[in-house]
């Protein structure tokens, strides 16, 4: 069945390769996806969310992966985050989603960076928060933001 251009949106997909203490990406993939996400006229408040949600991934691939994969997914309904990386994997997911809490080595903690906020800052700022891991092969974190009635500053 052939699809209706009038009834079909695309959706749009961002993709970023993310590699081990490479700070400067996890800063860049937030700031990039920000940028697209205000010229397709988003409010304010969905862009802080889904920019926190990035940049707290891609710290956590940065910081404790060899490499990772960040995409984020966005369209009409809804915008996902993915990461997946390939690393130590979270050996407990409830005391990693506990504020402070943090395995972050002591030289990036002198950076300022590791401080235990990840986790919980991107399920605070997540309508949908799934975390699937591995030891010592990786961990896959999706988050999802619902973009309801008033997520597009215009109409």
């Known amino acids: 069945m052939p699809v209706d251009p009038l009834q079909y949106t695309p959706k749009i997909t961002l993709e970023f390769k993310i590699?081990?203490?490479?700070?400067?990406?996890?800063?860049?993939?937030?700031?990039r996806t920000k940028r697209t996400l205000?010229?397709?006229?988003?409010?304010?408040?969905?862009?802080?969310?889904?920019?926190?949600?990035i940049y707290e991934a891609a710290m956590n691939v940065t910081i404790h992966a060899t490499k990772g994969v960040l995409k984020i997914l966005i369209d009409p309904n809804e915008?996902?985050?993915i990461t997946e990386d390939e690393g130590p994997g979270i050996p407990d997911i409830d005391l990693a989603m506990?504020?402070?809490?943090?395995?972050?080595?002591y030289e990036v903690r002198?950076?300022?960076f590791g401080a235990g906020m990840g986790l919980p800052n991107i399920k605070q700022n997540?309508?949908?928060?799934?975390?699937?891991?591995?030891?010592?092969?990786?961990?896959t974190v999706k988050a999802k933001v619902y973009l309801k009635e008033g997520g597009f500053t215009s109409a």
Not at 19 to 31: H, I, L, N, T, V
Not at 38 to 53: D, F, H, P, T
Not at 126 to 139: A, F, N, R, Y
Request: charged content about 25%.
């Open 98 to 105: 506990q504020e402070g809490y943090s395995t972050a080595p």
């Open 79 to 81: 915008i996902d985050v």
């Open 110 to 112: 002198e950076m300022g």
């Open 126 to 139: 997540s309508d949908e928060l799934h975390i699937e891991t591995k030891v010592g092969v990786g961990t």
């Open 38 to 53: 205000q010229q397709l006229g988003l409010n304010q408040e969905v862009i802080k969310r889904v920019a926190i949600i």
């Open 19 to 31: 590699g081990e203490k490479d700070f400067y990406m996890a800063g860049e993939s937030a700031s």
